[in-house]
């Protein structure tokens, strides 16, 4: 068994319209040597992704900001030691070019050192999952993934709010496991049965979350709520009956209307983005955020979010 002392460097730059002739660039770090803190400063060792060599990991990690239309060109550079990684993102072709700018038949691993270099069009709107794919779902569960965000160019809410969930099985997160080398795909890479018992959204448990609208908003136009599963397991969102939200982007299909109102499903990668009307929140309203484990389709966590707070 080798331990790593690595992390990966991910150079990110986004076009902005071309009709702009600008370009923006930010750099991401993504670290296999980091933890985050939980209730009473208990501390979970993850992977992850931050802006600085010396800032804490964030789960999400950095989000990626870019504007309906932008290009998007990525130099991804591993810098690990043993562990190969690709970028992979759900809902969006993700094209990976060599250095000679060309493209491969196929996506292939960067190894120790190498650079890869990918591009994609920000075409529609809306919260894309961005992730380590080699080693899935081990690096996503890690810590190994981030929020592609895509503005649309006309604007029709006041504020957005990001909830990205997860949840955490700490056995997965145990030295022995995040310092083993990661070959290929060909490695096998042994892992226990997964049951988490800790469940987050935006690296938080869910009991901390006050609230989803700020009571300073309330009367204010539209709240646009981002809501990304970057977990393991299904993950749904009960809106009460006295909010209708309306569709924005994503897929509508896992917005539906059930006895007790709306409700999202969302499966591992999976997002939507809606409108929130502030007029119509009440002083009691509140949506539940359901942790359903897939094969049993059993409720394993649930919890009660206020909409104002």
């Given at each position: 068994m080798k331990v790593l002392k690595n992390c990966l460097c991910i150079s990110i730059f986004i076009g902005v319209s071309n009709f702009l002739l600008a370009q923006t660039s930010s750099l991401i770090i993504g670290r296999t040597?980091?933890?985050?803190?939980?209730?009473?400063?208990y501390k979970i060792r993850v992977f992850g992704f931050s802006n600085s060599l010396s800032g804490s990991i964030h789960l999400p990690g950095t989000t990626i900001n870019a504007t309906e239309g932008d290009s998007i060109a990525i130099d991804f550079w591993n810098i690990s030691q043993g562990n190969p990684h690709r970028l992979a993102i759900k809902g969006i072709p993700l094209l990976q070019k060599n250095k000679e700018n060309k493209t491969p038949s196929k996506s292939t691993p960067i190894y120790h050192?190498?650079?890869?270099?990918?591009?994609?069009?920000?075409?529609?709107?809306?919260?894309?999952?961005?992730?380590?794919?080699?080693?899935?779902?081990?690096?996503?569960?890690?810590?190994?993934?981030?929020?592609?965000?895509?503005?649309?160019?006309?604007?029709?809410?006041?504020?957005?709010?990001?909830?990205?969930?997860?949840?955490?099985?700490?056995?997965?997160h145990s030295n022995s496991l995040m310092d083993l080398e990661y070959k290929n795909k060909y490695h096998k890479f042994p892992l226990p049965k997964y049951h988490p018992k800790i469940f987050l959204i935006n690296g938080k448990p869910t009991a901390t979350i006050k609230?989803?609208?700020?009571?300073?908003?309330?009367?204010?136009?539209?709240?646009?709520?981002?809501?990304?599963?970057?977990?393991?397991?299904?993950?749904?969102?009960?809106?009460?009956?006295?909010?209708?939200?309306?569709?924005?982007?994503?897929?509508?299909?896992?917005?539906?209307?059930?006895?007790?109102?709306?409700?999202?499903?969302?499966?591992?990668?999976?997002?939507i983005d809606l409108l929130i009307s502030t007029k119509q929140i009440t002083k009691k309203a509140a949506l539940t955020y359901s942790y359903i484990e897939p094969r049993t389709y059993k409720i394993k966590h649930k919890e009660k979010i206020h909409i104002n707070y």
């Open positions: 040597t980091g933890e985050i803190s939980l209730k009473n400063n050192m190498g650079h890869g270099y990918y591009s994609l069009i920000a075409h529609s709107p809306g919260t894309y999952l961005y992730y380590s794919a080699d080693n899935y779902p081990f690096h996503l569960q890690a810590g190994m993934f981030g929020c592609i965000i895509v503005s649309p160019r006309k604007a029709s809410f006041y504020k957005e709010v990001l909830w990205c969930s997860h949840e955490i099985d700490t056995n997965w609230g989803l609208i700020p009571n300073a908003l309330k009367n204010t136009s539209p709240i646009l709520l981002r809501l990304i599963n970057a977990g393991l397991y299904i993950h749904e969102i009960q809106f009460p009956k006295t909010i209708q939200p309306v569709y924005q982007s994503g897929n509508i299909k896992l917005l539906s209307i059930n006895s007790k109102g709306h409700v999202v499903y969302l499966e591992t990668g999976d997002s």
